[in-house]
């Protein structure tokens, strides 16, 4: 019956007769499957985009920093300020659940700006003090020279490794960086790397403009004494950051005479906790974008049904004058089928190429934009068999009713109709 042709003239007799009709019928599965694939696609690359700025972090990591109490506690009043300081550094070493425990400065506070010259040329850049165990914590790769070694902390050296942006600030194409001096609020620093940002968005745009220098040189030079700004954490792979984060809040909590009821006292940022959330949002997100695409593709579907059924009807005598001449229910039910099948599944795998498309073009104009929150839409292996699937069985339901309507039309009746 799929080979007869012709089965295949009569069916393509029916849609150009009524070119209208087959055209809007089509569009309906078409659009169906095209929004599919294009919302998917886009929920992929927004969290391409979003899930990369954790790439810059260890997803077993958490921050936490001194902030102003809000709690009284054992004769101390609310509202009082303190700093972590270098003895705390060594106590959260002991703790067992802990894998990596970096202090962190940042000069004028987070987000801080500074000044920062070489001759005449002038930056506002961040300026980090840091341990060589913060890239353990966060992702760093260098593009020429080094990074911060245990050596330049015990000698308190005066070195720096900086963004891509700090060097093409103050540098020429034609200077070499590395090894040359900047500038810091009147301290000069010997550039020993330059970085290569990592993650997307804000996180990649922080990255090209920070200066890291040793933090004890840091603490030296710009007379910190020995205050901690935060400490940047990774808990050991069997032990969840939230629960360590937990025992690292207590312990500072009760060493600085911070209520335990103060929630507000030691800030903190969980990675893992963050990094689940967003897991969690975007998992949601996909099911509603099957949720949504699947009905549009059910209306298309409906669509197509309902045109069947009304063909039915128009060639009631035609389908008589079939089963007058001896044509079995499975041949008027594989005529229908057929023709249904073929406009659902050509038009649906229209839909599917101009989808497919739609995402390569949009992937190639953002793919050179590492700011860009929207990284990288593609639509999975399974998403194209899955939709495939849906194609052929939504073709196939589309076809079933109109097709058994056809054969309950007795040869008389239908040779009768007018």
Same mark, same amino acid.
């Given at each position: ?11 393509? =007799?029916?849609?150009?007769k ?8 089509a569009f309906?599965?078409?659009?169906g499957? /095209?929004?599919?694939? $294009? ?15 954790f ?7 958490? @921050? #936490?920093?001194a *902030?102003?109490t ?9 509202? +009082?300020?303190?700093? /972590? ?5 060594k106590?959260?070493?002991q703790? !067992? ?7 962190q ?5 987070y ?14 850049f961040?300026?980090?003090?840091? /341990? ?8 760093m +790769? ?12 015990t000698? %308190?050296?005066?070195?720096?490794? &900086?963004?891509?942006?700090v ?8 200077e070499k960086?590395?090894?040359d001096?900047? %500038?810091?609020?009147g301290?000069?620093?010997r550039?020993?790397g330059?970085? &290569?940002p ?6 990649y745009?922080?990255?090209?403009? %920070? ?5 004890s040189?840091? *603490?030296?030079a710009f ?5 901690v ?13 939230s ?7 207590r312990?500072?909590?009760? +060493? ?7 929630? *507000?006292?030691?800030?903190h ?5 963050q @990094? ?7 998992k949601?997100?996909?099911w509603?974008?099957? @949720? ?8 298309? #579907?409906?669509g ?7 063909? #039915? ?8 004058v ?7 229910p @499975?041949?008027?039910?594989? *005529? ?5 099948? /073929? ?7 229209l ?7 739609s ?6 104009? $953002? !793919? ?15 998403v ?5 699937? &849906? ?6 339901l589309?076809g079933?009713?109109p ?8 040869p008389?009746? =239908?040779?009768?109709?007018?």
């Amino acid at each position: 019956m799929i080979f007869e042709r012709d089965s295949w003239q009569e069916i393509f =007799a029916t849609m150009k007769k009524n070119k209208l009709r087959t055209f809007l019928t089509a569009f309906g599965v078409f659009w169906g499957i /095209f929004m599919l694939v $294009i919302m998917l696609g886009s929920g992929s690359g927004l969290r391409h985009g979003v899930l990369k700025e954790f790439q810059g972090s260890a997803t077993n990591s958490f @921050f #936490v920093w001194a *902030q102003t109490t809000t709690k009284a506690y054992k004769g101390m009043k609310p509202g +009082r300020d303190y700093n /972590f300081k270098n003895a705390d550094t060594k106590v959260l070493e002991q703790l !067992e659940e802990l894998d990596v425990v970096s202090p962190q400065n940042q000069l004028g506070g987070y987000n801080g700006g500074n000044n920062v010259t070489r001759g005449v040329k002038t930056g506002n850049f961040q300026v980090m003090g840091e /341990f060589p165990s913060i890239t353990m914590v966060e992702n760093m +790769r260098l593009r020429e020279g080094r990074f911060i070694n245990p050596i330049d902390i015990t000698e %308190k050296r005066k070195v720096c490794v &900086i963004g891509p942006r700090v060097a093409e600030v103050l540098f020429t194409a034609a200077e070499k960086v590395v090894g040359d001096y900047i %500038k810091i609020n009147g301290v000069n620093f010997r550039v020993i790397g330059i970085l &290569i940002p990592q993650g997307s968005g804000q996180q990649y745009r922080e990255q090209e403009q %920070k200066i890291h220098i040793p933090f004890s040189t840091f *603490q030296n030079a710009f007379n910190y004494g020995d205050i901690v700004g935060w400490f940047s954490i990774t808990s050991k792979k069997e032990v969840p950051a939230s629960v360590a984060e937990e025992k690292v809040i207590r312990l500072l909590k009760e +060493r600085h005479k911070v209520s335990p009821e103060d929630k *507000q006292g030691v800030g903190h940022w969980n990675t893992e906790v963050q @990094f689940n959330k967003m897991n969690g949002l975007f998992k949601g997100i996909e099911w509603l974008v099957w @949720f949504v695409g699947a009905g549009t593709l059910a209306a298309g #579907v409906i669509g197509v049904s309902n045109i069947m059924l009304i063909v #039915v009807r128009e060639r009631t005598k035609e389908i008589g004058v079939k089963r007058a001449l001896g044509a079995t229910p @499975f041949h008027v039910t594989a *005529q229908i089928m057929i023709e249904s099948l /073929f406009l659902t599944s050509v038009s649906g795998l229209l839909g599917l190429l101009a989808g497919m498309g739609s995402i390569r073009l949009i992937n190639g104009l $953002i !793919e050179d934009d590492p700011t860009s929150m929207f990284q990288n839409p593609t639509v999975d292996l399974y998403v194209v068999l899955g939709a495939l699937t &849906i194609l052929l069985v939504s073709g196939a339901l589309a076809g079933l009713i109109p097709a058994r309507k056809a054969n309950a039309i007795s040869p008389v009746e =239908a040779l009768r109709y007018e």
